[in-house]
């Protein structure tokens, strides 16, 4: 059984794309909500017909006092993600402290280390945290890249922000991938272009993190365990 202790208010809901909101929240009975980028929140729903009215979301900022924000993609066939789109601003939720470990080494290996955050959709909500964070302690790794898969220019989340980031931080590239979608970046699905870069080399002092569904997650930790990666080099967080 979950413990909801916090009452988090949502203060403002913005849409991102078609399909997907994000949603701002603050903390009511307290001005401190501390989390590590890249952990989550389980919301509680109960007036969700269903067995099991509780739904995690990725925490989509980084630690900022009572303040977090979530990015939430709609299934039209889900119990909770319509009963979410239908809250307004000023609305309460319940919410659990924040939890899981889907977060960055500490700072000493991350100044020495690459990264690859490979995502689809809403998979980008614990590396925004992660991005966010990491600018905000001004903690440099040698190289980051983030691969975003979606299928149309209309799904790009954040794309403004990610591009204003990789053209402000050299160290951090930014890799939108559209499968649906005759644009001049970059086609198809994520894989061959993150394995091209790699270019089936095992690269020392590299971290994989992976994260959103699991057809996607499955085939990039296959990917990635074929070259010869080891699981001490691979993180990923599920959506389901
Ligand atoms: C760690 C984590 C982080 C996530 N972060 C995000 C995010 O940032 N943004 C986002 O859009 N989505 C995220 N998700 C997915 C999200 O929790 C929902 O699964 C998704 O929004 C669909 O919910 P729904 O109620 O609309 O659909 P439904 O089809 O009604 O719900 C399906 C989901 O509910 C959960 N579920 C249902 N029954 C059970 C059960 N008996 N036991 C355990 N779980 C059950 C499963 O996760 C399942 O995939 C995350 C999931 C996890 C696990």
Not at 1 to 8: G, K, L, V
Not at 15 to 21: A, D, R, T
Request: charged letters at 20%.
């Amino acid at each position: 059984m979950q413990d909801f202790i916090h009452q988090a208010k949502i203060t403002e809901i913005q849409n991102l794309s078609p399909s997907v909101k994000s949603f701002k929240f603050q903390i009511i009975q307290s001005s401190e909500f501390n989390y590590e980028a890249g952990q989550f929140v389980i919301v509680s729903f109960p007036e969700i017909n269903h067995s099991f009215p509780y739904r995690s979301y990725s925490l989509a900022s980084a630690s900022d006092g009572s303040n977090f924000e979530l990015c939430v993609v709609l299934k039209p066939t889900g119990h909770a993600s319509p009963v979410l789109f239908e809250k307004k601003a000023g609305d309460v939720l319940q919410v659990t402290k924040p939890l899981g470990n889907f977060c960055l080494p500490d700072e000493e290996t991350i100044q020495k280390s690459s990264f690859y955050f490979i995502c689809t959709g809403t998979g980008i909500a614990p590396f925004r945290a992660m991005l966010q964070a990491l600018i905000r302690k001004n903690i440099k790794p040698i190289k980051l890249t983030l691969y975003f898969g979606a299928r149309k220019e209309e799904d790009i989340l954040y794309r403004e922000e990610m591009e204003k980031l990789a053209s402000t931080l050299d160290w951090f590239h930014y890799v939108p991938v559209l499968s649906q979608s005759n644009w001049n970046g970059a086609k198809g699905y994520v894989h061959p272009h993150y394995l091209n870069e790699i270019d089936n080399k095992i690269l020392a002092d590299t971290y994989f993190y992976i994260c959103g569904w699991s057809e996607m997650v499955k085939e990039t930790k296959n990917n990635l365990k074929a070259i010869g990666y080891s699981r001490k080099q691979i993180k990923f967080e599920l959506f389901d």
